[in-house]
């Protein structure tokens, strides 16, 4: 039997070798380019909120944007209570925008590749997989 994980595992690091490749260029990787499309748009956007559809833990995602703080392409300011909001600033939304066009064009080469029925199954597929191995946790 083929394990999940290790194919998974395999196609993540290849897969996201090409969009990183991409995306090198503009001083980011594919996850702060992911951090960067989320806070822009639902901005401002809770750092709870943001850690939820990253599938990130608190800990993690507050790592992940500090270099982001650093560019200038983020804010992180208190909201109400003890939450925290993320801000794209017009330099963050500029990276990013800027970004875009190579980003599209590895999508559109995935795509391609794939043809766009296979890669709605591929995304179908991922969240049976997903759902399959939450429902599983102890």
């Known amino acids: 039997m083929t394990c999940a994980c290790t194919m998974l ?6 897969v996201a070798r090409v969009y990183d490749e991409a995306l090198a260029g503009h001083g980011m990787t594919t996850a702060q380019f992911s951090i960067l499309r989320k806070i822009s748009r639902a901005q401002p956007l809770a750092l709870s909120r943001l850690a939820e559809q990253l ?17 200038g392409w983020v804010t992180v300011r208190a909201g109400s209570g003890r939450t925290k909001l ?29 043809g766009s029925e296979l ?20």
């Open 86 to 114: 993320a801000t794209l600033t017009p330099a963050g939304h500029a990276a990013m925008t800027g970004a875009e066009p190579d980003w599209e064009k590895v999508q559109g080469r995935v795509e391609a590749g794939m």
């Open 55 to 71: 599938e990130m833990d608190r800990s993690s995602l507050y790592r992940a944007l500090a270099p982001l703080e650093k560019l």
């Open 9 to 14: 595992r395999k196609a993540t690091r290849a």
């Open 119 to 138: 890669l709605r199954g591929l995304d179908l597929g991922l969240q049976a997989l997903v759902r399959s191995a939450e429902g599983g946790r102890a």
